[in-house]
């Protein structure tokens, strides 16, 4: 099946922007990622009316995506309009290594995804809600968004996701 509409989700560290970007790649699909629409540089937030529209814009105007990241009640229409929505659902120890290295590695650059002002910061808490499941059962609550839930693939790990990838896009 050849997918038009993708939507990434995960916690924080998942390895959300990178599997997309390889998505991207293999599919051609324009790819979105919800940090670019949600902070301004230096990790200032977009005020919600200007991201929710932003998020409104490119549905109305794409007939084929890639949306990886966050997820609200009010952004429900993307997880509608998805032919296939990836649930990174990586354990809590794996996601907060990735965190770390993604700090030690962005501490000073800023990720591609996000203004260049914008370099990573370390959080004690952000931390501790990887390891805890903090961020889970809203994503999980999201989920149902989807409506068909046949469309939702849920990967446990980055091997699974590897078998995915070539089962899915050779």
Known sequence: MQYKKIAILGITGAGKSTLS?????????????????????????VPEEEYLRKHADILATNDSWIIEGWINPKMAERLAQADLVIYLDYPGVRAALRYVDRWLKHRKVARPELPEESRERFKWRRLFLLLSRGERPDIEDSLSFAGDMKKIVRLLSPSETERFLNERFP
């Open 21 to 45: 970007r390889r998505l991207a790649a293999k599919t051609g699909l324009p790819l979105f990622h919800m940090d670019s629409l949600f902070w301004k540089g230096n990790w200032e937030e």
